[in-house]
């Protein structure tokens, strides 16, 4: 760590010494020095290279990598001096983060290094199958990226490292977008396994690194809202002699509810099985009797459907804008052998949800008597479907600071209308993805959308990224996903 050959003695190499007047970020943990908070820079910094960050009365603070083009001018690396971010400092940075993953997540494939949070900022690597896919998103990383590539491959031991440095974020810190293969064989199409499914992932032209890791634990978290429906329409579970039950209607794993009455799992007469029945005592052949319909917005890949499917949904319509997006996700749907239960719609999520609550309105309208007279030979807009379950996973809406004003009625305009068509009793499954958009207002956001709904919400449960992605206190950039699971009712 102190090797002075590959930079110089420590007192020959530059500093950027920092104003007096500036909030202390530095002291608590922050790893960003912007370009304003720095009163000057006593001797020469690379480019790119390692300058020691210090106050206005020498004191060394920490150690980052320097560009002042951009207004992150130095990212800190370390807090205690370092020589460069050479092949052994990544060695040591990467087997750290192994050894978190393997105490934490029990997944191989994951998010192996999370920037800033793993003490490499500029730095992202995912784990598919045997592919790491790397975004390369600093100048400072930019220039490591032989010695990253050697390391990852020494610590991983991939079968090949991908590139998906095709961000814009690049442009600010003066670099080009870029992609293409670092390391060894990159297959674009990769299968991982979460939470127990099959999942297609395109390394070259996915979103990000080609899939979202940070929603896994919440994507997990769905499974108790997708039984207990059946009672609804009227099914319950009642004896029926053997000889009245079809074949593959009964046994171990049909669908029992989770609320089935005690008095009704005492053990059966060897002639008689439990069995679903409806109203009129017909036996139920449908292994789903007791699953929730489910409306997955901005679906992407279907990765909430796949899991909706698997925790036992009996409907699910899968919804994004993106014709790609749903392509693939059909693809998933079937690898997993979830077709019969998953309709496919390529919609604004906006539109779509307005159309259907429009189409409720006008039924709702037409259902009142002895107020107006209504046109009937107009025709109704298709609109008007409910659902057990919604679940809105939107892009972020708020990039910057300057968008949360816009964001804020974004997040209000797909809740307002979700909850509208959560079935009463139901759940509304939301999440926000933009770091701008703080906690305390996303919720006060939601209120407020319930109660332009007229709804109540009760909050079942409160998330933020998986363990893959840990966060850092005092650096709120880093905490940027709120995942909410509210169960809906009528005031």
């Given at each position: ?52 960050v210090v106050n206005h ?192 209607a009964a046994g171990p ?221 005092g650096v709120n950039e ?14």
């Amino acid at each position: 760590m102190n090797d002075r050959k590959a930079g110089g003695s420590m007192t020959e190499r530059a500093k950027a010494v920092l104003k007096r007047d500036r909030k202390k970020r530095v002291e608590q943990g922050h790893p960003w020095v912007y370009g304003n908070e720095i009163e000057r820079t006593d001797g020469e910094a690379e480019v790119g290279g390692i300058v020691d960050v210090v106050n206005h009365q020498g004191k060394y603070l920490a150690s980052g990598y320097w560009n002042p083009e951009s207004q992150i001018t130095v990212r800190i690396v370390s807090y205690e001096p370092i020589a460069a971010m050479d092949e052994q400092f990544f060695l040591t940075r990467f087997k750290q983060c192994a050894q978190h993953r393997e105490r934490f997540v029990r997944w191989r494939d994951c998010r192996l290094v999370y920037g800033e949070a793993d003490y490499l900022p500029g730095l992202i690597v995912d784990r598919f199958g045997d592919v790491l896919v790397v975004q390369l998103l600093t100048l400072g990383m930019d220039k490591c990226r032989d010695v990253i590539v050697h390391a990852l491959a020494e610590v991983f031991q991939p079968a090949g490292i991908y590139e998906r440095s095709d961000v814009s974020v690049r442009t600010l810190e003066g670099l080009e977008e870029r992609t293409g293969v670092l390391y060894g064989e990159c297959p674009r199409i990769v299968e991982i396994r979460e939470n127990g499914l099959s999942v297609e992932v395109d390394i070259a032209e996915g979103q990000k690194t080609g899939y979202f890791y940070d929603q896994r634990e919440n994507r997990a978290s769905i499974a108790p809202l997708m039984l207990g429906w059946g009672e609804r329409s009227g099914i319950k579970l009642a004896m029926r002699p053997k000889s009245e039950v079809p074949e593959g209607a009964a046994g171990p794993g049909f669908g029992y509810t989770t609320f089935v009455p005690v008095s009704q799992l005492n053990e059966p007469r060897e002639s008689e099985v439990l069995v679903p029945v409806n109203s009129n005592g017909k036996v139920i052949t449908f292994p789903y009797w007791d699953g929730a319909t489910v409306l997955e917005c901005f679906a992407h890949t279907g990765s909430f459907t796949l899991h909706a499917c698997q925790y036992g949904a009996k409907k699910v319509t899968c919804l994004d804008v993106s014709e790609h997006a749903i392509e693939t996700a059909r693809r998933n749907v079937a690898r997993n052998g979830f077709e019969d239960r998953v309709e496919f719609v390529v919609a604004d999520a906006f539109a779509y949800l307005r159309s259907q609550v429009k189409g409720l309105e006008e039924r709702a309208e037409r259902g009142r008597t002895g107020k107006s007279k209504t046109d009937t030979s107009k025709p109704l807009s298709g609109g008007g479907r409910t659902w057990d379950v919604v679940i809105l996973d939107p892009p972020a809406f708020a990039k910057t600071k300057s968008a949360v004003a816009g964001a804020v009625r974004g997040y209000k305009d797909i809740n307002l209308h979700g909850l509208k068509l959560v079935n009463e009793g139901g759940y509304l499954v939301t999440a926000s993805c933009s770091y701008h958009m703080r906690p305390d207002l996303f919720l006060e956001t939601i209120h407020a959308a319930a109660v332009d709904a007229g709804k109540m919400l009760r909050l079942i449960e409160w998330r933020a990224a998986g363990k893959d992605h840990p966060q850092v206190l005092g650096v709120n950039e880093g905490h940027y996903l709120k995942f909410a699971i509210f169960e809906v009712r009528s005031r």
